[in-house]
């Protein structure tokens, strides 16, 4: 089922004419036949979740937007992308530009914005050119600009390219870095939706969120809900990286099985180079790691379903979560430690360093978890990285604190006796990885809080 | 509308506050420990506050209308009072556990040069982890370190002791009308700077001493002069066309030690002044002294004298299950400090001699 890829291997859908040939802008159209607020319903009705990592109901997001007389809201769409393993915007942007301009359009028309902005990840430089490329087509065609379609709707879509932080992609920190400044999140409330940029209500969506407006309003909200179980309604791009043997972008409805999408040729076609299945992040770097039994099936011996429900089956303690829709794949030679120490790496080199717990709490378990690695760890060490990830969690002011937090946690949860063995068998731990261990096997798991 | 009250109940204890006041600045006006410990909010700087995670407090009841607890811990410094509201601070044994994790994180990489450093004495740092935090570290890695730095003729910065609360940047912000400095780089090796190292020559620039509360930037018109418990505080006045000139000098006898802007009893400055009076005025005629600090932080240098401060209407009994008490009092196992003593009677400077116990 393709709703956003469905035209992407088509011969220049990069391009205007192309797009339109296959049936790009008619949902502005369609659109501009419409009120803001009937577009606002039709989000509702299909049960759009945000793409961007929490999930959280777009339309809900929307009717949030505060509209005080007189005064400017703004669109910012997020492209900043830099959660380690999760490529799928720059996908999106890279090979059908034109749909996420027709989605901001669109929004932007239901939104009442007249400037609207897309943060982009610094690292991205030629997806920006891309962009302005379409953006310039779109508005030599009249789809953007002054009184578009004679509706009396003024819209301008600005690309802004990032400084190269990952915070960035925090929606305040965004806010911040794109009026100029150092890309700190603000402490909330106030929410974006009443004082955004410049102070101004703002809405803040991922690409992938706004791309999914376009066939939400072409088809009805109704339609779309259809599609996909559950909340888990329309489709969802996941970008597969690891050790499977079709890595790449794939559009899936939430309806597969975590087994059919990793074994199947239509999806991964299974671990590669004859390895097993370790372990899997299935929602980018910051979600929990599970082992293979878990990635596979729920605590209680069900099969586990890509989907923001099945996936998030028994918390923390036995689930994990879709997040941003990287998933990131382990085979048997894999580290757990390095892998863990690695990300902790990433967290530490990213933290803006505003409060205290995340500012040092990340260097410090990057630290630790250096040790292990390298032959130089102690048994209290990893007792004393539960604490040290427990002491961050929730004592934030932005989820970088939490998302630094939870790969540790799950790492010694899931993982503890490859982290003992790091400290029992220093030498060898240098020469050659743990392995599979029970972990793929289907073990008893206890279900616990 | 303007005399609208809220309620709000912090470990128990009920107080009537204007709406739009902070769950900390409701828990001021209790006074006390149930106040939370705070780092980085200071009153007199828009927008401080939220980064130390100092005083971070349970809302066990949202307010009257929404009960519902706050599934966090909040920033009490940028939570807001709703009516109805419950608290808890020190009858939390989440907040305490947390706090003591974010004394820990404050203390991992900071230097702990106390005995040289120009704040001892004074510095919120010592006081926080004094009170809150545990006497041993876990932490076994080297200390980050930066180079020491001038910032123009009068401020050195010790950034290696920086907490990055972000109080000079505000100051540095607010109080001057150029913004010229600011923080460099990211998580934990973010830096204080200045606009391309640049001196820092703003007439109002030296608060950014009074405001740190750990010794990263120190003035170096004092610098390894005294010890500040030796040096006695006196509130004085000069009529200064720039700033109110009402200062605090730091004495010892007839010398003039130090200049400091006044501070409340949460440490906050009273009024700020300007570098004129701070760095230059360090002679006994440039001004007219009204008599000795009310020094009421429990800091050493007020040898245990809490002059002016009201005593706390014995609270404390309703804090069910908790003896917030102080680990220890400095008070009776230092032989410098001498509550007995009253510091305003001694002639001439204080002396290490006048705290002998055979005195
Ligand atoms: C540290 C951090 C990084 C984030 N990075 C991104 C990002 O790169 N792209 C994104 O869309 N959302 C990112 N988010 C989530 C945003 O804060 C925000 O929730 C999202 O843009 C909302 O869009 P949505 O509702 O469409 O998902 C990040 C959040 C955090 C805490
Ligand atoms: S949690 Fe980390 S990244 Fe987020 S505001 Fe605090 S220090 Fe910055
Ligand atoms: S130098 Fe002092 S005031 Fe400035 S951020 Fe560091 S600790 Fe705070
Ligand atoms: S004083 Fe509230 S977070 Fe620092």
Redesign the pocket.
């Known amino acids: 089922m393709k709703l956003l890829l469905e035209h992407a291997h088509v011969e220049g859908i990069r391009y205007y004419d192309t797009y339109r040939k296959n049936g790009g802008y008619r949902s502005v159209e369609k659109a501009f036949k419409m009120t803001p607020e009937e577009i606002v319903e039709e989000v509702k009705k299909s049960g759009l979740r945000?793409?961007?990592?929490?999930?959280?109901p777009?339309g809900m997001?929307w009717s949030f937007l505060a509209k005080p007389e007189g005064v400017p809201r703004h669109l910012v769409c997020?492209?900043?992308?830099?959660?380690p393993g999760t490529f799928k915007?720059r996908y999106l942007m890279e090979f059908i530009p034109h749909l996420l301009i027709e989605g901001l359009i669109v929004s932007s028309f239901a939104l009442g914005s007249n400037a609207t902005y897309i943060y982009i990840?610094g690292e991205y430089a030629w997806i920006v050119d891309i962009l302005e490329q379409a953006i310039q087509e779109a508005k030599n065609n009249g789809w953007l600009g002054k009184n578009i379609l004679n509706t009396g709707f003024d819209c301008e879509i600005y690309v802004q390219r990032g400084g190269g932080a990952?915070?960035c992609?925090?929606?305040t920190a965004l806010i911040e870095s794109l009026e100029g400044k150092r890309g700190n999140p603000r402490i909330k409330p106030p929410f974006p939706a009443i004082q955004g940029v410049w102070m101004r209500p703002t809405v803040?969506?991922?690409?992938e969120?706004l791309a999914a407006v376009v066939p939400i309003i072409n088809n009805g909200g109704e339609a779309y809900a259809k599609i996909g179980v559950g909340k888990s309604t329309g489709t969802k791009l996941l970008s597969v990286c690891g050790n499977v043997k079709k890595p790449g972008i794939y559009e899936i409805d939430m309806t597969q099985t975590v087994e059919e999408f990793i074994f199947s040729d239509e999806y991964c076609g299974g671990i590669a180079n004859g390895k097993k299945l370790k372990a899997c992040i299935p929602g980018g770097s910051s979600v929990p790691i599970l082992p293979a039994n878990l990635t596979l099936k729920t605590a209680k011996g069900e099969a586990r379903y890509m989907n923001y429900e099945s996936l998030a089956d028994g918390g923390f303690a036995t689930g994990s979560m879709m997040g941003?829709g990287g998933f990131i794949v382990l085979d048997d030679s894999q580290c757990v430690v390095r892998h863990t120490m690695t990300l902790a790496r990433f967290y530490n080199h990213e933290s803006c360093g505003q409060c205290s717990p995340c500012r040092e709490g990340t260097g410090w378990m990057y630290k630790i978890l250096k040790n292990i690695e390298y032959g130089k760890g102690k048994m209290s060490d990893i007792d004393l990285l539960w604490d040290i990830q427990r002491k961050i969690e929730g004592n934030t002011i932005?989820?970088?604190g939490d998302?630094a937090a939870w790969p540790v946690a799950a790492a010694i949860r899931h993982f503890r006796d490859e982290f003992e063995w790091h400290v029992n068998n220093p030498d060898e731990a240098q020469q050659r990885n743990y392995g599979l261990a029970h972990y793929a096997d289907p073990i008893h798991v206890p279900v616990t809080a | 509308m303007s005399d609208q009250k809220f309620k709000v109940t912090i470990d128990n204890i009920t107080v009537e506050v204007a709406p739009g006041t902070t769950i900390l600045n409701a828990a001021r006006m209790i006074g006390g420990d149930v106040t939370p410990p705070a780092m980085c909010y200071y009153s007199k700087l828009e927008g401080s506050g939220g980064k130390c995670r100092t005083c971070l407090v349970e809302v066990s009841k949202g307010s009257e209308k929404d009960p519902r607890p706050m599934p966090k811990l909040v920033a009490s410094c940028r939570t807001t009072v709703m009516d109805g509201m419950e608290v808890k601070n020190i009858t939390s044994p989440k907040v305490l556990d947390a706090r003591k994790g974010v004394v820990e994180m404050l203390l991992i990489n900071h230097p702990l040069d106390c005995p040289v450093c120009d704040q001892a004495g004074e510095c919120h740092l010592q006081d926080l982890s004094y009170e809150h935090g545990a006497s041993g570290t876990r932490y076994e890695f080297d200390r980050r370190t930066f180079e020491k730095e001038d910032i123009g003729d009068y401020i050195s910065l010790h950034m290696t002791r920086c907490i990055l609360c972000y109080r000079c940047v505000f100051t540095a912000d607010q109080l001057t009308n150029k913004r010229e400095h600011g923080i460099l780089e990211r998580g934990d090796h973010a830096e204080i700077s200045t606009l391309l190292g640049k001196s820092l020559d703003n007439e109002f620039i030296g608060n950014v001493i009074d405001v740190c509360p750990v010794g990263a930037l120190t003035d170096k018109t004092f610098r390894f002069k005294n010890r500040v418990w030796f040096t006695k505080p006196v509130d004085a006045h000069r009529d200064c066309p720039t700033c109110s000139g009402k200062v605090r000098l730091w004495m010892r006898g007839d010398e003039v030690f130090r200049v400091t802007a006044r501070k409340d009893q949460w440490g906050e400055v009273e009024e700020w002044i300007c570098n004129d009076c701070r760095f230059h005025k360090k002679e006994t005629k440039d001004w007219v002294i009204e008599g000795p600090s009310k020094i009421d932080r429990h800091s050493v240098i007020s040898q245990g004298h809490y002059v002016g401060v009201k005593k706390q209407p014995v609270l404390i009994d309703k804090v069910i299950g908790k003896n917030p008490k102080l680990l220890l009092d400095i008070h009776k196992v230092s032989d410098v400090n001498r509550p007995e003593i009253e510091l305003s009677k001694i002639e001439g400077p204080a002396h290490s001699d006048d705290f002998k116990p055979n005195k």
Not at chain 1, 78 to 83: F, G, L
Not at chain 1, 204 to 207: G, K, L, Q, R
């Open positions: 945000g793409r961007g990592g929490a999930g959280f777009t997001k997020n492209a900043d992308e830099s959660e915007d990840r990952y915070i992609g925090e929606e803040v969506n991922n690409v969120t941003s932005c989820p970088l998302a």
